[in-house]
């Protein structure tokens, strides 16, 4: 177990070993998930994402960055950015989900891990100045919240959704892309793993300290992200757990049929390794071994040096998985 110096009320690692995160199973699914997700994603196929290409942001790294906007399910149009080449012919393309810090910081995440590519990288609603949404908090600990009474007002069902629709909108601006690639961290993963299963439009995907895995494991869990706000929400609303077996990033990582590279992290404040693990865990037989890292959402000496080694990481594995 890392042994990191922190000033948290609880311990990060919650004083589990590897072998033993490597332990952690998926909640078995509600009867109907499946019905439930085809559903919402035959509904997301059929939007018209009439994507905008706006302004040239800025061009480094051997891409140009454009401002871009696309229509997602509720009439709802979101913004985020497009990359491209700055030159020659695109021969691969992703999409690129974000935590829920959103991205008016982060920005872009250029160079992309293979060359030649096009990614685009959407705001989900309610996140952002990109993305704003009459009702939708743009706090995580709020958004994660909206809409949580039931299955089909929950906002987590429509940022999936609204990934989905990203590739929709990627494959108009850029026609003739083969599989996308997919990744994302924190929110992005869970996002990720909740859509990966239904949309034959991703070829491998890779998600960094995913959210969302093993809620009712989570649920037990004290963190500093958005899982505390669902945590205490849960306190006075226990029948919040029926609604949450339809969110499980675990629970949807046991139907994902593509490759996928999961980077879970043994210490992690805002989410607990063992919900990030669970999704790792669920993936059918023969999937990447993850790339484990010492701590999440913590700077700390070796921070920098692990974040380098997952961008390699990830370059050889959608190097192997999309070429």
Sequence with gaps: MPAFAHDFPFDPAFGLTQDELLRIPAPAPPADFEAFWRSRYEAARRVATAPEVGALVEER??????????????????????VLPSEGPVDHGFVIGHGYGGRDQAGPDVPL???????????VRGMDTRSPVPGIPSDAARHVLHGIASRDTYVIGDCVADLWCAASALHELVPGLGGLGYFGGSFGGGLGALALPWDERFAAAQLTVPTFGNHPL???LPSTGSGASVREYHRTHPEVTEVLRYFDAATAASLIRVPTLVAPALFDPSVPPPGQFAVHNALPPGSPEPHVMSAGHFEHAGAESERKALTEARERFFAQHLT
């Design 218 to 220: 989570r649920l037990t």
């Design 61 to 82: 790294d051997g891409a140009r960055i454009h401002e871009v906007t696309y229509l997602s399910v509720g009439e709802v149009r979101l913004g985020g950015w497009l």
């Design 113 to 123: 891990p293979l060359p030649r590519s096009a990614a685009l990288l959407p705001c």
